[in-house]
């Protein structure tokens, strides 16, 4: 049985929504001091079966998919969309989220038309416009299916904008692309299991504020009415 162990309003949402497109039991439990978790983050899994324990959302997708689900939502060598998948799954943690997370900071800084905030803005637009372009002709990141390029990349477009509250409004095939992938049972599952009391960001309104200005996840700006 694998143990995922998770914090609330956190990247941590994409591997209890793996599990639950799936099919695959699995015990949810709260992020503690573990051993083998270097880090401290989550998502970390411990797979009691295989004595295993693991960090990072790529590392746990592939390690689940390829050791427990036959490479059920993953593109294998010889597919027509092999390399979409590849690039799609890991552009989330190495481009996107990255960006997500430097626009959080952007906030913070006062001197917004110095040219090294010109830098990160374009850049950041130009991640965000990709994506959108991405969606123009293609209901999915990589070919005709849902894959797990899709539960890798939502976080940051939806739950990650409480901490950079960026708005959706000019990315329309974002948002139509977010209607789907939030529309599946298995995602409104993992969400009641994971984050329950949580709002969920998926229309093209941001929160006014982050919620490093707000007390973090004290703040009651996350929850539901
Ligand atoms: N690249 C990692 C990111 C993990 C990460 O940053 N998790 C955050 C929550 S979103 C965390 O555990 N933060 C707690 C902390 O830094 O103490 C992944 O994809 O799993």
Redesign the pocket.
Known sequence: MITVHY?GV???E?ITWLFEELGIPYKPAS?KDLPGND?????FIEDSDANITL????A?CDYVIHQYADGRLAAKPGDKHYADYLYWFHHE?SNL?PAMVQAMYMRFVEDKESPTMQIMKSRFDMSMRNIDDKFKDNKWLAGEEFTAAEIMSVYSLTTQRYYTPVGLGDYKNILRWLGDCSNRDAYKRAMEKSDPEMKLLLSAEAPEKSLLETNGVTSNLWKRE
């Open positions: 914090l956190s990247q941590s994409r992020l880090t401290g983050k989550a998502p960090s990072e959302s790529a746990i943690n989220q």
